[in-house]
């Protein structure tokens, strides 16, 4: 069955880095795109970034833009969030997902059909 594992959480301080993997199983990830959300404690889940298909294609939210890098290889069938100079704010369990519309990085949450558990990231001195 389709599956996606997020892996590579954890407790860091601020200014440090941390790379997320979401491995997919049960289908073939050439022909998806797949989004990293997050949702903080008492907010609502907020896109963060994601990737289309052939990776021509690649979305960050504005509040992670030129310090979080999503690529993918899918001969391994993963995808990562490089994540860099962290904040307390970015704070959240991230989920990867994944989108049928593959040829492009779908924004909407509605677009994803499959979801991760998610990882917790902890941002804190």
């Known amino acids: 069955q389709v599956q996606l594992v997020e892996s590579g959480g954890g407790l860091v301080q601020p200014g440090e880095s941390l790379r997320l993997s979401c491995a997919a199983s049960g289908f073939t990830l050439d022909y998806y795109a797949i989004g990293w959300f997050r949702q903080a404690p008492g907010k609502e889940r907020e896109g963060v970034s994601c990737?289309?298909?052939?990776?021509?294609?690649?979305y960050y939210a504005g509040s992670v833009k030129g310090r979080f890098t999503i690529s993918r290889d899918n001969a391994k069938n993963t995808v990562y969030l490089q994540m860099n100079s962290l904040k307390p704010e970015d704070t959240a369990v991230y989920s990867c997902a994944r989108s049928p519309y593959g040829s492009r990085c779908p924004k909407r949450r509605r677009e994803y059909d499959y979801w991760g558990q998610g990882t917790q990231v902890t941002v804190s001195s």
């Open positions: 990737i289309s298909s052939s990776a021509g294609s690649t």
